[in-house]
């Protein structure tokens, strides 16, 4: 593919480059040409006119052939002028010529017609003055009038095309070595820049069938800041993003399937230990609420997944209105009432007397809520304590959740709001997760257009804060 695209980008620039030598020597030849024809017309109007004077101050009205200095006269003139040189009668009757017994003649005598046209002012012409040469000449004629106006002949001037034929022959040939050399430069600059240019879309081929296999170790080489660069630059991005998202993909089924296959087996196990006795009638109900337990903990994976599904196909609507946030938060809070009991957390800061109204969508701020409270009782220490605080502004409602215990590390925080990432990845603590959490939270917060940080020391605290503006119809 790439070398197609070597080959026709190759192919299109050179026939390119050929097709603009050949517009330019076709101006250039006419040009020439031109210039050529109208120096030749101007030297022999000059020279034509000049001779037809001295002409006619030398002869008289009895005849143009009894004047002896005529000839030499018309010799002298034509050796100047690298023309033939040739004087008729007002017939036509060619009298006099330069090259006497010159080759190039055909016939004596020009025709009526170009006399006519000449005897009028001057007459030109590029052929073979109606039969008058063998081949095409550029001719000029001025005619002869003595003093008293009276009409005496035509003196005729021509230069062969031949001379035009080896002017154009000498500098054609001096443009197709030019050109030549050129074109062979200019094709090869060419072939080295196309050859570099495609090189990096050949890798991003190489590195596009690696992915297909798996393989997101290859990269392609960055070689200066143009498109071609940029492009080569935005592949490798998009390949660590999706190692990332593979070793993520990878993380999650195996966090699925053991978050799946261990309270389904405890299930199982636990049901069947009842239906056939081996469970006790007076430990029934203890086992019972651990099956209970696992069968909330295998709802809120299933959530999970419909949460990331309705997400990632963009069919998660927010459905903004006003409500107490307080009271929301404090009907969330009476969810984990047993966990912060069993933890001896100490819940700090809220003050169920004042009302904080904020204009969102109450089930999928529940749904914030809950997974950062979830998140602080899980990680929060044994007797520790979590700070949440609301506060209204102007603009929005912010609030802040913090809880003591071990906190992030600095080199994980910019990842813990990225799906499947687990910052415990042995599960010791947070078994209950696969990492769609805050990855959830971070969207549900975008689709409001508020913003959430993280901050966090290690040893001591971790604090999430998260705005939500208010919303302007």
Known sequence: MAKNAFVRYLAISSAIIIASFIIFGMLLMSFLSNYWKSEKQAMLSDDTHTTAEMIAALV???????????????????????????????????????????????????????IEEAKKNEYKELGKLG????????????????????????????????????????????????????????VSAVSVMTYNMVRPLRDMVAAAHSFGKGDFSYRVKENGTDEVAQLARAFNNMA????????????????????????????????????????????????????SDEMRRLSRLVKSMLDLSRIDSSKMVVNRKKFDFIDLLARTLILFENRINEKKISVMDIDSSVKIEMNADPDLMQQVLYNLIDNAVKFTNEGGYIQIKAISQPNGTRVTIKNSGQGIDNSELPYIFERFYKTDKSRSRDRDGVGLGLFIVKNIIDLHSGEIIVRSLKGEYCEFEFFIPSYQQ
């Not at 036509?92 to 330069?98: A, C, D, R, T, W």
């Not at 062969?160 to 443009?175: E, H, P, Q, R």
């Open 60 to 114: 008289d009205k009895e005849g143009i052939a009894r004047s002896s200095t005529l000839r030499p006269l018309i010799v002298s003139f034509a050796r100047r002028m690298g023309a033939e040189i040739f004087i008729t009668n007002t017939n036509g009757v060619i009298l006099l010529k330069s090259e006497e017994n010159s080759p190039i003649y055909k016939l004596p005598q020009v025709p009526a017609y170009i």
């Open 240 to 291: 660590v993003s999706l190692s990332k998202l593979e070793n993520m993909r990878s993380s999650f089924i195996s966090n699925v399937s053991h978050e799946l296959r261990t309270p389904m087996t405890t299930i199982i196990s636990y049901i069947d230990g009842i239906l056939d006795g081996t469970i006790e009638k007076k430990d029934q109900q203890f086992y019972l609420s651990i099956v």
């Open 131 to 186: 039969g008058v040469y063998e081949k095409n000449f550029y001719t000029y004629a001025v005619p002869i009038y003595i003093q008293d106006g009276s009409f005496l002949g035509v003196v005729f001037a021509s230069v062969s095309t031949d001379s035009l034929k080896s002017f154009t022959g000498a500098v054609f040939k001096m443009f197709l070595l030019s050109a030549l050399l050129v074109l062979i430069f200019s």
